[in-house]
């Protein structure tokens, strides 16, 4: 938008918001015919919910217990990812005998562990770490295996014609130039894992009575099925949206940090 | 030589192209003021220095841009889009990926304006024929990343003839080939243009290269552009005999030509590499 | 750094024997693993071994239950995939082609792609309540983005040229975009398609654990609750299983339709 002036550029702004707003008003106006005792979610209720929920401090503690959650599920799953990603990308050997245990547990979505996961982890955050952790190790794996894969060999055939150490190469050599896709990889798995624990903390909040998990997840499942407040699932929903994009501009930017060199 | 009375097949007049970039606002003159008439039945090559416009004039000529000034007639009408009337051989052969040689080389007959008063048995002669005639017979079924450059060239070729065009409009095709398959190319590209027909069955065609040589083999006449603006130098008359597939690189003449046009680009394609001028000037040469 | 030089085998059939060997060969590690485990554990409620699953699944699987589990979720996923499929893919075209119209839909689409499927469980619960619908709408909805943004991608990334060599046929409008951008966005597209079944296949699972009395993710939810743990394994297999041959059966789609494209959305 550089070479448009301050006029086309107010123009620009409007054509970006009249839908969304158009929705909403509409959205509104259905709301407002509606008897007044009726659950449906409305634009301006929800605001007022919002603004309830933030002055309790309830909501921004349960974001940052699913934040919490998920950055250390990330965490783990990275470190294993990374690594393991590294060997195999590295190996032939590792990677042939990985490969089909690998690709049979992908098809097995992070919710489908889910039931194995409460029967060994119980109803609480090691659970809710579990599937993240799972969710993200495979975004992280297979980008990191194929950012290894596209390291030209010359590099590393040149490195070792200098005699330079194995563990030096991987460090200096592969990792360097894996790094675009295994940021690429992290980023991905940030989303799923967001994704994640949203539905793990859901479904255990469903199984375990809306007791003790914590996290939005788990307050949307309360909000549902024991104090039914339709408008707070929206808040919830919305807070989903919202950090969810943060976390992927956050990750864009730290990718550009440390990847100058790409375009 | 060129006779005036009978009407130009293809008349630029004036034609000027300026091009406005959208960040800077600024403007560069890619074509200033270029005239020139080309007769039915001619094969003219154009050739300049990197920049001087010729893929611009050609792009024109077909229709797929739109002079800043100036008018580009063909027939006496003037030019104002693309039509299967001039058809283009572009540099990179812009094959369909997703079609076969036959169905790429039947593309313009099927979809397009060309086969429109055939019927469809009528339609799957041509494409058979010309597929034949570019000697790729048996390949039909064949996908365009299945096949070597040279055969993408010759199913683009095959493509152009197919839809029968009145002018052939040709941007450096022969470019992306080695040397070898270049020079079988050419001859090729010669007997399909009508090398050994009468001058009024053969087609018009307008042939970009880089190559000199290429183009004072080919060509009647060769338009030698400069660049920053890409004008008109001089058009030379190649006087070789025909048909010239095989003889004409041993003309006597043919240096010479080449020399007199490389001559008139010399500088400005040192200058184009960023190379020194001085070098431009040519050695001396030890005799005897 | 051994990138392994080691050569596999010459011919294609040596290559693909020695693949079945070494996956073979993986597999039974992970059972032996798996069988330690469990003989270490001591619980069968937590871990059965793989024979006890393994019986398990047959037995399922003679009965029928699989079956009839298995074939609602995916009839589901058809459903919710042609839909995603017939909304989104005009609606990308629509966008690709025309900067207007991305401007003003862009944004909403932005807007809502960050809320994940997931999300929209509670509320979609309360509109739809549980049954057949619930699934099938947070499946359309999760696999909309994915079909979406690479149809718009897809017809974005159309070679100029080709459509430039198409004019000079005397292509028309509508021919051009039928013959020209259609089959030049198609491979992109059928990625979109693929993404947007894996997503749609992890977020059934979901769907119906919580939201659905029938399909694969509500039986194995329910078998633990009945604590038959090697019954929830056999589902689980089953979900990984169906999941894997349904995206063969796309890869075959893709291989159908494009076949000029080398299956990662790169046209030659």
């Known amino acids: 938008m550089t070479n448009m002036n301050a006029g086309q550029r107010a123009a620009a702004w409007g054509r970006k918001l009249v839908l969304p707003v158009l929705l909403i008003a509409a959205w509104q106006f259905w709301a407002s015919t509606l008897p007044t005792g009726s659950p449906a979610p409305a634009p301006l209720k929800v605001l007022q919910t919002l603004g309830d929920l933030l002055s309790t401090g309830s909501l921004l503690s349960a974001t940052v217990q699913s934040l919490g959650r998920v950055v250390l599920g990330f965490a783990m799953a990275s470190v294993l990812g990374i690594a393991l990603g590294l060997m195999m990308g590295a190996s032939q050997a590792v990677r042939e005998n990985l490969d089909p245990i690998i690709e049979s547990f992908r098809p097995i979505a992070p919710m489908a562990i889910l039931p194995i996961a409460i029967l060994w982890l119980g109803t609480g955050t090691p659970t809710a770490l579990a599937i993240v952790a799972y969710a993200s190790f495979f975004p992280v794996l297979i980008n990191t295996v194929h950012g290894v894969s596209r390291v030209d060999r010359k590099l590393v055939l040149a490195s070792r014609t200098m005699g330079i150490s194995r563990w030096t190469i991987l460090t200096r050599v592969v990792l360097p130039g894996a790094l675009p896709s295994i940021l690429l990889g992290t980023r991905l798995a940030m989303g799923v894992a967001w994704t994640a624990i949203i539905a793990a903390e859901l479904a255990v909040g469903a199984k375990s009575g809306g007791g003790g998990s914590g996290g939005i997840g788990q307050m949307m499942f309360v909000f549902y099925a024991y104090n039914i407040d339709l408008n707070a699932i929206v808040v919830c929903m919305a807070v989903v949206g919202v950090v969810a994009l943060l976390i992927d501009q956050l990750f864009r930017l730290v990718e550009k940090r440390l990847i100058p060199w790409k375009a | ?288 | ?268």
Not at chain 3, 120 to 149: H, Q
């Open chain 2, 1 to 288: 030589m060129s006779d005036n009375t009978p009407s130009p097949k293809l008349r630029l007049s004036g034609v000027t192209k300026s091009f406005l970039a959208p960040r800077t606002g600024l403007s560069t003159l890619a074509v200033a003021e270029m005239s020139l008439d080309i007769q039915t039945g001619e094969f003219i090559c154009i050739v300049g220095p990197s920049g001087c416009g010729k893929s611009t004039v050609l792009n024109m000529i077909a229709g797929l841009d739109v002079p800043t000034a100036g008018v580009i007639q063909k027939d006496g009408q003037a030019v104002t889009g693309p039509g299967a009337d001039r058809g283009v051989m572009f540099q990179d052969y812009a094959l369909m990926p997703w079609q076969t040689v036959e169905g790429n080389v039947g593309f313009g007959l099927r979809h397009g304006t060309p086969g429109q008063h055939l019927n469809k048995t009528q339609r799957n002669q041509r494409i058979a024929h010309f597929i034949d005639l570019v000697g790729l017979r048996g390949s039909e079924h064949k996908y365009p990343h299945q096949l070597s450059g040279g055969m993408r060239q010759r199913v683009a070729l095959a493509r152009l003839l197919a839809n029968g065009p009145d002018i052939l409009l040709l941007d450096e095709p022969l470019g992306a080939l080695d040397a070898q398959t270049r020079l079988i190319l050419q001859a090729e590209l010669l007997r399909i243009w009508g090398e050994t027909a009468p001058v009024t069955e053969r087609k018009t065609a307008i042939f970009i290269t880089h190559d000199i040589e290429e183009a004072v083999l080919l060509a009647d006449r060769v338009v030698v552009m400069s660049t920053n603006p890409g004008r008109v130098r001089e058009v030379v008359t190649i006087d070789l005999p025909r048909p010239r597939a095989g003889k004409a690189r041993t003309h006597p003449r043919f240096g010479v030509l080449v020399e007199h046009i490389w001559s008139l680009i010399r500088d400005e394609a040192y200058r184009a590499i960023g190379g020194d001028e001085s070098l431009a000037k040519p050695t001396e040469e030890a005799t005897a």
């Open chain 3, 1 to 268: 750094m051994g990138m392994a030089m080691t050569t596999s085998a010459g011919s294609p059939v040596l290559r693909s024997y020695r693949t079945l060997w070494v996956s073979l060969r993986s597999f039974a590690v992970f059972f032996a693993l798996w069988w330690l485990l469990h003989w270490w554990n001591g619980n069968p409620l937590q871990l059965p071994s793989p024979l006890k699953v393994f019986e398990a699944l047959w037995g399922l699987l003679r009965e029928g239950e699989i079956a009839e589990h298995a074939s609602v979720s995916t009839l589901r996923m058809l459903l919710a995939l042609s839909l995603s499929i017939l909304v989104a893919v005009p609606l990308g075209f629509w966008m690709g082609l025309s900067r207007l119209a991305e401007e003003f839909i862009d944004p909403l689409v932005e807007m809502l792609r960050p809320i994940s499927g997931i999300a929209w469980l509670p509320l979609a619960l309360f509109i739809f309540g549980v049954g057949d619908t619930l699934p099938v709408f947070i499946m359309f909805y999760v696999g909309f983005f994915p079909i979406l943004l690479n149809t718009v991608a897809g017809v974005r990334q159309t070679d100029a040229r080709l459509l430039a060599a198409a004019r000079t046929m005397g292509i028309g409008r509508w021919p051009l975009l039928v013959h020209v951008l259609v089959p030049s966005a198609l491979p992109t597209v059928m990625v979109g398609i693929r993404l947007a079944f894996a997503a749609s296949w992890a977020a059934i699972v979901a769907a119906e654990l919580i939201g659905s009395p029938t399909g694969l993710g509500f039986a194995i939810e329910w078998y633990r609750q009945m604590l038959m743990t090697p019954k929830v394994f056999a589902f689980i297999l089953a979900i990984g299983v169906v999941g894997y041959v349904c995206d063969l059966g796309l890869r075959s789609l893709q291989r159908r339709l494009t076949p000029w494209a080398d299956g990662t959305g790169a046209s030659s």
